[in-house]
């Protein structure tokens, strides 16, 4: 029998809530792959964005340009990008950002 005041009825009661309020929040949308952007803006993009947490120094800059944007794509940060382009046309940025949408990932 669950009487007012018993844990039960709370404990209840506070999964309802948490449930409630989870299913309330705004998904984050992930960033848009086809919006156009300059070299220059694309630049001016990954600078803002956190450095990768590993020494990329040594790699090709289409390895690094697609490290961080994969990186900050499986962040679903706002300086995230999947250049569908490059993707295409571009091993070394395809490999770059396979490997840090894999690493950075959630788990």
């Known amino acids: 029998m ?7 009825r709370r ?5 309802i809530l948490l449930a409630a309020a989870g299913c309330a929040t705004r998904p984050v949308a992930p960033p848009a792959a086809d919006r156009p952007e300059t070299p220059a ?3 001016e993009r990954r600078a803002k964005a ?8 040594g790699y090709p800059p289409a390895v690094r340009d697609g490290y961080i944007d994969g990186c ?3 962040k679903r940060s706002e300086w995230g990008r999947k250049d569908a382009a490059r993707m295409a046309n571009d091993g070394q940025y395809a490999m770059g950002w396979n490997d840090g949408f894999a690493i950075c990932k959630p788990k």
């Open 2 to 8: 669950l009487t007012q005041g018993s844990p039960m």
């Open 11 to 15: 404990f209840l009661a506070l999964s």
């Open 41 to 43: 803006q694309a630049t």
């Open 50 to 57: 956190a450095r990768p947490a590993y020494n990329l120094t």
């Open 72 to 74: 900050e794509t499986a």
